[in-house]
């Protein structure tokens, strides 16, 4: 079992994580024109908080997520709102086959610095979208190590933009735009600190 996992019952009752995840999806609309003719894959969804916010804009949603215990969590929660476009599935693009489907956007939300081959997953989003579909990544500027103190495996301490700009615009996006969509502020030492979540959207050339 993955600290995920067990975490992933207690997920939701964080009021930060629920707010955050508001704002990331309220910054995704200001970014993308959003429509119910989109199709969209949410990548590391865990308990669907960004995609529940977001599921009346667009068309369908196929939400995936290595772990098993976040993805039971969610199931639950689809079937208790009667939410008929959101679809829950199983996958790890760094080991397992990518899906045949394509889609018209792709987002995460704080899972990008989780997974340690940035460029082959980023390659991996921009096979899985549509000519012109968007990349829209959620997560945490550089930081000094100081974000994770649960103990989950964090392998990138968040990310510098430009550098981040560069990668996927070697990997074939285009019209990349940042902009920050959230302060998470935690308590370290009893100093309170500041970690900013970027979003950048990107668009398939």
Known sequence: MTNFDERAREWDSDPDKVKRAHAVADTIRKAVPLSKSMNALEYGCGTGLVSFALQADLGQITLVDTSQGMLDVLAEKIAS????????????????????ERYDLTYSLLTLH????????LTKFHTLLEPNGYLLVADLDQEDGSFHTNGSTDVHLGFERGTLQKLVEEIGFGNVTFSTAY??????????KVFPVFLMAAQKT
């Not at 009667?82 to 199983?90: D, F, L, S």
């Open 81 to 100: 709102t009667g939410v008929t476009n959101m679809h829950p599935a199983r996958l790890d693009l760094a080991v397992d086959p990518p899906p045949v």
């Open 114 to 121: 989780h997974i340690d081959d940035t460029k082959n997953i």
């Open 183 to 192: 302060q998470i502020k935690k308590k370290i030492n009893d100093q309170e």
